[in-house]
């Protein structure tokens, strides 16, 4: 019995240190990144309008608004939206960086993670835009008659989209999830090899809970991919010889 809080001290000790050493490297780049940010909303607030007519334009939709001030918070959106979708490979760098020191990751892995994190990131993020986006919109109008017309809020719409595309982009980094875990000796490769019906299950659930109608058309269209890059994560760990 007295050798049980001394068997498990280590561990708590060494997940300690790695929270710290991962906390203060991010702290550093605090800075940098809130003046990332800053400056790059500025930017694009200068052509946020631009921005907001393509956007309207892809989606086809008209927008009011009913406050003073949500035409300027719609814009704000916008541009922070584009300045995160923009320095997305700046955060991916700081990100990977911090966890490579306490992990021990070598630096062409590092620059792999943060490679491959930006590309899944964009490509989530224009699956959503080009494709899922458009059928979701055009299925909720539908139930539009003749005698119920949509009149829809420049700031309801503007966050619709723009959360919905940064969530695809990021749940498109599963495969990156899954090496990283694998590699840490967290979650080998057996155990999702193990549990593809639970990650099945899993992703139906997210699927619902991220794709903008509930209707099973739109869920298919981010489960299917989804669970593709499940299996994609797999092949990946067999490839490189991950455990």
Not at 10 to 25: N, V, Y
Not at 113 to 141: K, R
Not at 200 to 209: G, K, P, R, Y
């Amino acid at each position: 019995m007295p050798d049980s809080p001394q068997a498990t001290a280590p561990l708590d000790t060494t997940s300690s240190h790695r929270l710290a050493i991962i906390i203060k490297d991010l702290r550093r780049a605090v800075l940098t990144l809130g003046l990332t940010l800053a400056l790059g909303c500025l930017g694009f607030y200068s052509i946020s309008r631009q921005l907001l007519g393509v956007i309207q334009s892809h989606l086809h939709q008209k927008l009011a608004f009913f406050t003073v001030a949500e035409p300027f918070l719609a814009h704000l959106t916008v541009s922070l939206a584009m300045t995160i979708f923009t320095i997305m490979p700046m955060l991916s760098y700081f990100l990977w960086r911090a966890l490579a020191k306490p992990f021990k990751l070598s630096r062409p892995l590092v620059f792999g993670f943060v490679s491959f994190s930006c590309l899944l990131f964009y490509s989530g993020a224009a699956f959503c835009y080009f494709i899922t986006l458009p059928f979701g919109i055009n299925f909720l109008l539908d139930f539009q008659t003749e005698q119920l017309r949509p009149v829809i809020s420049i700031s309801e719409f503007v966050s619709f989209v723009t959360i919905f595309v940064l969530a695809f982009g990021l749940i498109f980094e599963l495969p990156i999830f899954m090496i990283f875990m694998a590699k840490i000796k967290i979650l080998p490769r057996s155990f999702f090899e193990k549990n593809r019906r639970y990650a099945a299950l899993v992703i139906s659930v997210i699927a619902a809970l991220l794709t903008p109608t509930p209707d099973i058309f739109n869920m298919l269209l981010m489960g299917i991919p989804l669970y593709l890059l499940y299996e994609a994560g797999i092949i990946v760990l067999k490839l490189l010889r991950i455990t």
